[in-house]
């Protein structure tokens, strides 16, 4: 699976940013889509995620700020965020996940990251 992130950007704080995310795969092949956030120096961390039902979960730092969503016809999906805060300030990547349930199995796919500026 190939990921191809784009929408990264410069914003000011309390401005919004939408990122994308476009899969070379179904994404009904794909057991979850998700994105994180990386500042140097730091962990990669899980910011929202999406499942092929559309159940979503949120990092309580963006939760009521972020919305993540996904468009199946175009394999693609978004990260729509608000109110943005110079500490959202990351790389983000997108992320996709299949699940064999054979064997237990789990593969992360990464995109190569976009970068979100927030200033303050």
């Known amino acids: 699976v190939q990921l191809q992130a784009s929408g990264g950007g410069l914003v000011e704080a309390g401005g919004s940013l939408k990122l994308s995310c476009v899969a070379s795969?179904?994404?009904?092949?794909?057991?979850?889509m998700a994105w994180y956030r990386q500042v140097p120096g730091g962990h990669r961390d899980l910011v929202a995620q999406?499942?092929?039902?559309?159940?979503?979960t949120y990092d309580d730092d963006v939760q009521g700020r972020f919305t993540i969503s996904r468009d199946n016809a175009k394999s693609t999906v978004y990260l729509q965020m608000n109110k943005l805060k110079p500490e959202d300030t990351a790389v983000y990547y997108c992320?996709?996940?299949?699940?064999?349930?054979?064997?237990?199995?789990?593969?992360?796919?990464w995109g190569q990251g976009t970068l979100v500026t927030v200033s303050s």
């Open positions: 992320n996709a996940v299949k699940l064999d349930l054979s064997t237990i199995d789990r593969f992360d796919y």
């Open positions: 795969d179904n994404l009904f092949k794909l057991d979850a």
């Open positions: 999406i499942t092929t039902g559309g159940a979503t």
